[in-house]
């Protein structure tokens, strides 16, 4: 396990892989405690459900094209892009928040 630590940029990355894993599981949490407090029944089990699915749908579309732009650029850039882009829409996300628009910032969560 020590020797892993002395390869050059691991830190960092699992640095942001934490950060990353942070703010995705804290906005779910966010989220589904919001519709829990909010609606009832049927609603609640529906709006759950997309709750989820915006949080998994990303992950899965676009594995494949982030499998193509690490193979043809360097990773350090399109880890570096794709990071400045996520702090870009979580900064969006939280500015709804702040404004109290709960569906804009719902439907950044697909972003």
Not at 15 to 40: C, E, P, R, S, W
Not at 76 to 84: E, P, Q
Request: charged share 10%; aromatic share 18%.
């Amino acid at each position: 396990m020590k020797h892993l630590f002395k390869f050059r940029g691991f830190l960092p990355y699992i640095i942001m892989v934490f950060l990353n894993a942070f703010v995705d599981l804290g906005h779910k949490i966010i989220i589904q405690n919001t519709v829990f407090k909010v609606y009832d029944g049927q609603e609640q089990i529906i709006l759950t459900a997309i709750v989820n699915a915006l949080i998994l749908l990303p992950f899965i579309m676009l594995l494949s094209p982030a499998g193509f732009c690490a193979d043809k650029f360097p990773k350090n850039k399109v880890m570096r892009i794709s990071a400045w882009v996520a702090v870009g829409i979580t900064l969006c996300i939280t500015l709804f928040y702040y404004m109290g628009w709960f569906w804009p910032a719902f439907a950044m969560t697909f972003m």
